[in-house]
């Protein structure tokens, strides 16, 4: 039977060191909503959301109750909207609408974030794929729970430098249609290189087609029980410390394996994944940066950070995979900037730059995430920030993705603000140096040597 | 049959114990099991239960054991031991 001090130790991690399930997130197929008639699909999708997840808050809701987890966002991801509809949509504007049917559908079921309004274009883009892209400024602008990913490079594939440079231009206009809201349609909009089919977390979620008709994807959280327990074996050996997290993580994992199974037989929908990935929120005591400082930096962005991420995302690795029977999605430590205070301050007391953050992707998941850049950067810097990133998630063969916002109006130094769990961010200088002449070569980078494994 | 685990954290005072048991008798739950210590002037206890025969929902009483924690000035949980057997045991 479960004793007296192992009850307070669930309990302390829950309400002192901000243990969480971060997010129930219901991926949805919309490959039987494909019709060449664009109200048909709109109502067909409209329903099968409404229909799937009409339980999913109150669910969330009744098990954060019974077990006393918070949890924190219930979501939903559906098939890549490209594909749902590519019959239908003979323009940017035709997708747009389908956004505003995906907004509609989540506000009547309750979720904050639908993901999925997305095109998989790693090695070309169909005419759909285009048109989407091209919708993505406009329906960023026009809805607010809607969030938008595109792949563009795999390592089985290589890099897309066609949508690479599209992407650019993409991300520069959908700063400049939000520029009323410090340009937060960004925040809602990723860049991948191997997205993965089965991400619970956002903006990057989407309902890969190899996925069932529905399924339950569970994120766990927990930077500050990490943290926690770090503060105990202060000056130990790497041994002790990696010990200490991998136990940890296993502890941290149970709850979510726990949550998805509750999860998956109250709502009749199969379990997916759980997904192990530390991720961060602006709250006090629940940054990757802290972490990253506990096991011995002055400050994130420090010589030592990359080596010391690394660790931190093994040793989670480690320790969660046995605690689920299915792991999944990124499954890493998350570093987005503007979610961790720890991150900021390092941003703030000049410890952490674009360069290293970058450094610091090779190791991680996931990759450059909300990270404000001043309004003026040019498209074709962006795309040039987005090949880096996309070659690093290549080369290495792990997702990686970009979440940057040019800032309209706004430069170095300057701070902008997002609310709620998306923060806020100083803005960050860019290497100004131009690289047009390579964003400007068009077709693809061929898939690395290392991709030819049969 | 799977039981709730209730937690009392707080600062020790009077008349804890009588007032979580008083409420879980009302309501035909079955105490089972409690282990209490005060470590530094705070209370902590821990019962095992059997809420079988309640009629009340469990999301239910783990609000009302919250808000009766709140009239002594303790924290109260109640909640599925499936969450503790998941974290603590393989």
């Given at each position: 039977m479960i004793n007296l001090f192992e009850a307070r130790e669930t309990n302390k991690m829950i309400s002192e060191e901000n243990l969480d399930v971060r997010t129930i997130t219901m991926g949805i197929s919309l490959l039987d909503c494909i019709d060449s008639k664009l109200d048909k699909v709109n109502v067909k999708v409209y329903d099968k959301i409404t229909t799937m997840a009409r339980n999913l808050v109150q669910t969330g809701e009744d098990i954060s109750r019974e077990f006393g987890i918070p949890v924190v966002n219930k979501r939903i991801s559906v098939t890549p909207i490209a594909l749902v509809g590519g019959a239908a949509c003979k323009s940017p504007e035709d997708f747009v609408s389908l956004a505003r049917t995906l907004d509609r559908a989540a506000k009547e079921v309750g979720v904050n974030f639908i993901g999925?309004?997305?095109?998989?274009?790693?090695?070309g883009m169909t005419k759909a794929d285009e048109n989407l892209i091209r919708s993505i400024p406009a329906a960023m602008a026009e809805t607010e729970r809607v969030c938008s990913s595109v792949n563009v490079g795999s390592t089985k594939t290589g890099i897309n430098m066609d949508a690479v440079k599209l992407m650019g231009e993409i991300v520069k206009q959908t700063a400049e249609n939000t520029r009323e809201q410090d340009?937060?349609?960004?925040?809602k909009l990723v860049i991948f290189c191997n997205a993965p089919d089965d991400n619970p977390f956002m903006a990057g979620a989407f309902h890969g087609v190899?996925?069932?008709?529905a399924i339950i994807n569970v994120g766990v959280s927990g930077p500050g029980v990490v943290k926690h327990a770090l503060t105990k074996v202060r000056g130990k050996d790497f041994e002790v410390l990696c010990e200490t997290i991998k136990k940890t993580s296993f502890k941290v994992t149970r709850v979510g394996q726990l949550v998805a199974q509750e999860a998956s037989r109250r709502l009749g929908v199969p379990f997916g994944i759980v997904d192990l990935s530390l991720a961060p929120t602006p709250a006090i005591g629940d940054s990757v940066a802290e972490i990253l400082e506990e096991i011995?930096?002055?400050?994130?962005?420090?010589?030592?950070t990359t080596a010391a991420l690394a660790l931190l995302n093994d040793q989670v690795k480690k320790g969660g995979v046995m605690a689920s029977s299915y792991v999944g999605g990124l499954s890493g430590a998350f570093i987005p900037v503007s979610e961790d205070q720890g991150m900021i301050d390092a941003v703030n007391a000049g410890a952490l730059t674009l360069e290293k953050l970058e450094a610091m992707t090779c190791v991680c998941s996931v990759g450059l995430d909300m990270i404000a850049i001043p309004g003026d950067t040019k498209p074709t810097t962006i795309s040039g920030i987005i090949a880096d990133e996309m070659a690093i998630g290549m080369i290495n063969q792990k997702t990686t993705a970009v979440r940057l916002i040019?800032?309209?109006g706004k430069g170095v130094g300057e701070t902008v603000e997002f609310g709620g769990l998306l923060g806020y961010a100083p803005v960050m200088p860019v290497n100004q140096f131009s690289c047009d002449a390579f964003v400007n070569r068009t077709g693809r980078i061929p898939a690395p040597v290392h991709s030819f494994k049969n | 049959m799977k039981k709730t685990i209730i937690t009392v954290v707080g600062k020790d005072t009077v008349g804890i114990i009588a007032k979580v048991c008083a409420y879980l008798a009302e309501n035909q739950v079955n105490i089972e099991d409690i282990s209490q210590t005060i470590v530094k002037g705070y209370f902590n206890m821990m019962m095992i239960t059997d809420a079988s025969r309640s009629e009340k929902d469990q999301g239910v009483m783990a609000e009302e054991l919250e808000k009766l924690g709140e009239e002594i000035g303790v924290s109260i949980r109640c909640q599925h031991e499936d969450i503790f057997n998941m974290m603590h045991r393989i």
């Open positions: 999925g309004y997305s095109a998989l274009v790693s090695k340009s937060l349609g960004c925040a190899t996925e069932a008709d011995g930096l002055e400050s994130v962005g420090a010589p030592g040019p800032v309209i | -």
